[in-house]
């Protein structure tokens, strides 16, 4: 089992950044890929972004060029570097592991508790 802690979240002005952060323990050997989704009042839960072990990066379309998934694994820990936000990225960010990940579907086996961000217009 892996457990995932976000933090990082809170309110922001348009336009500006946030850094998101998940801290993973447990059976970290067994992640190949982790990542982050989002889920807004009165929307189905996305997909933001996710990397792999062996650097594979995919981004939405709604956040490219202003979201960057990172991944420190000295650390045990992914991040999301939120830059240039827009009220429409408010929503609960979610960190997530797929430990079967094999370079196809990103299908999530471990959810985190969730962070909030909400962003001002």
């Known amino acids: 089992q892996v457990q995932l802690v976000e933090s990082g979240g809170g309110l922001v002005q348009a336009g500006g950044s946030l850094r998101l952060s998940c801290a993973a323990s447990?059976?970290?050997?067994?992640?190949?890929?982790m990542g982050w989704f989002r889920q807004a009042p009165g929307k189905l839960r996305e997909l933001v972004a996710f990397?792999?072990?062996?650097?594979?990066?995919k981004y939405a379309d709604s956040v490219k060029g202003r979201f960057t998934i990172s991944r420190d694994n000295t650390k045990n820990t992914v991040y999301l570097q939120m830059n240039s936000l827009k009220p429409e990225d408010t929503a609960v960010y979610y960190c997530t592991a797929d430990p079967h990940y094999s370079g196809t579907n990103y299908i999530p086996q471990s959810w985190g508790q969730g962070t909030q961000v909400t962003v001002s217009s």
């Open positions: 447990g059976s970290i050997f067994s992640i190949s890929a």
């Open positions: 990397t792999s072990s062996g650097g594979w990066l």
